[in-house]
């Protein structure tokens, strides 16, 4: 018999920091603890280890037994590439085959050791892939089993934005998703996804300026909508508009039902 999983725990992984909320089940679900953990910078090993040895550590003396965890990775940890729709495939294992295939081709044979997950789309549709180093994954995985939770979901920081965004990107757009070090865009293109890429941001830098130049080098047209939603600063009450190309800023705060990862990631950066 499988044990009855109790709590909810919530974690949102940065390089710089982790956030974990751990929520009761119920029809009042309640707040049990909050947490967030700096990590040290380790030269020596993977930029995703501090974060994991910094979740293990936190499990390890206050997580609860017993509990479902839902992680939401940062951008740093990720890569992305969208899958092309190819009627000759049977199912989605041979689609995920595929993205796989097409990671090595990107990013040549360290793709070979990636953990590939594959999103969900409507028949004859594109999906969004993404990949994260197999040693992270598998890190993250013997974490939550060495204190007995179960994984119940590993979603890429994307996919948290474009699941509350969905309703305001209509058939074409343009999205773009940033945190400190990084800025991810995503195209739509009739009401599919189309390119996603990702790019290092300096400290300090400009997200106005380097927006305006992705814009530029995805060749995104003047009649195509941009949004922009800022991971960092998603408590903010007001989303300014911006001149210029149909150009908006999106914040959580302004949407009537919001994922709490949000304010865990405004936390975590």
């Not at 028949?123 to 179960?150: S, W």
């Not at 995503?186 to 790019?199: C, L, N």
């Amino acid at each position: 018999m499988s044990p009855q999983w109790t709590d909810q725990v919530c974690v949102t992984l940065a390089p710089a920091s982790v956030a974990c909320t751990v929520w009761s089940r119920g029809w009042s679900p309640q707040l049990r603890a909050r947490a967030v953990l700096p990590c040290t910078p380790d030269d020596q090993a993977p930029p995703w280890r501090p974060a994991v040895e910094a979740l293990r550590t936190w499990l390890a003396q206050h997580g609860p037994r017993r509990a479902s965890v839902r992680i939401v990775l940062s951008n740093h940890f990720l890569r992305y590439l969208v899958v092309p729709w190819q009627a000759e495939l049977s199912g989605r294992t041979e689609r995920r085959v595929l993205a796989q295939h097409l990671f090595q081709e990107a990013y040549g044979e360290r793709a070979a050791g990636w953990h590939v997950q594959l999103g969900s789309s409507a028949y004859g549709r594109p999906a969004l892939a993404c990949a994260v180093d197999r040693d992270f994954h598998d890190a993250l995985v013997a974490a939550l089993a060495a204190t007995a939770c179960r994984l119940s979901a590993l979603q890429p920081l994307l996919m948290l934005a474009f699941n509350q965004f969905v309703h305001r990107l209509g058939n074409d757009a343009c999205l773009f998703v940033s945190e400190p070090g990084r800025l991810c865009s995503a195209v739509f293109k009739a009401g599919q996804w189309h390119s996603v890429q990702t790019v290092r941001m300096s400290p300090g830098a400009d997200i106005d300026r380097l927006v305006g130049r992705q814009i530029s080098v995805l060749g995104i047209g003047a009649d195509v909508p941009v949004f922009v939603f800022d991971a960092a600063a998603s408590a903010v009450a007001s989303a300014p508009q911006r001149d210029g190309q149909t150009f908006q800023s999106l914040c959580v705060a302004s949407e009537r039902r919001v994922d709490p990862a949000f304010a865990l990631l405004a936390e975590a950066q």
